[in-house]
């Protein structure tokens, strides 16, 4: 048992934003979200982390309502790597990812071996334990976001949720981080914009469109030419080069004049 949302409703600015969404994530696997801009993923994510509440429905970690929950037990089980994280920019990069250890400590508790420990693991993990010292904003975009990933892993959390996590990565790292979440062995949601990055690496996928949920399953079972054309209004072809292994191609026409 792990995270389950039930005819879960979220409006804002007179808008039904997420629109009675019933998904359960399976414990220490792997759940992409994905969908076009401004279909919900965002705003679903945040009603799992409990950063908004819900209107109607219920979310609930364990089986139990996560609005019941006490701030600091949902911080210790939950993290959450928003898609566009904003940082205080006088921080180096161990002071942001220590942040990820707050939960873990009493109010007047002093900082422990375990505590770093934590922090310098995170650090290797998303490959910037050079990095410990350097000022936060001197970061590139991409390592930033690694950063914060590793301030939700020093979190140590059963639950990861991770929003556009590739965002700002170059290929080698969006494959790294995505390989990572997977060892990890965590129960995760991840949004993704990937069509091919949420195939390799999810175990199951759910679509929204228009803050609903219009397909949840394997990817295999999820993510076909039909869906894909209806959802996001794009022709793809599926190859499977081996047994397993599906890619999806776009079709895309170019115009006469183009370049080749
Ligand atoms: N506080 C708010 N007030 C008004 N509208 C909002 C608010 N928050 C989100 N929305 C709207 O809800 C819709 C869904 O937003 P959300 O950020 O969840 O989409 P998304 O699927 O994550 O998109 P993207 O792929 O671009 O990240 C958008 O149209 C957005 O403008
Ligand atoms: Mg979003």
Redesign the pocket.
Known sequence: MTLATHEVRWS??G?M??DGVTLTVEPNRVLG?I????????????LLCRLRKVASGVVTLDARDIADLPRRELARRLAFVE?QAATEVQLSVCDVVRLGRTPHRGAFASWTEVDEHAVDIALKRVGLAARHDQPWHTLSGGERQRVHIARALAQEPRELIL??PTNHLDIQHQLAILTLVRRLGLTCVV?L?DLNLASLFCDRVGV?AG?RLVAFGTPQEVLTPCLIAEVFGVEVVIRESTPGRRHIEYVVEHEAGDHA
Do not use: F, M, Y
């Not at 969908?35 to 945040?46: A, I, V, W």
């Open positions: 804002a600015g808008q934003i997420v979200l969908g076009p801009n401004g279909s919900g993923k965002s705003s679903l994510l945040r898609q929003d556009e949004a914009h929204l803050g």
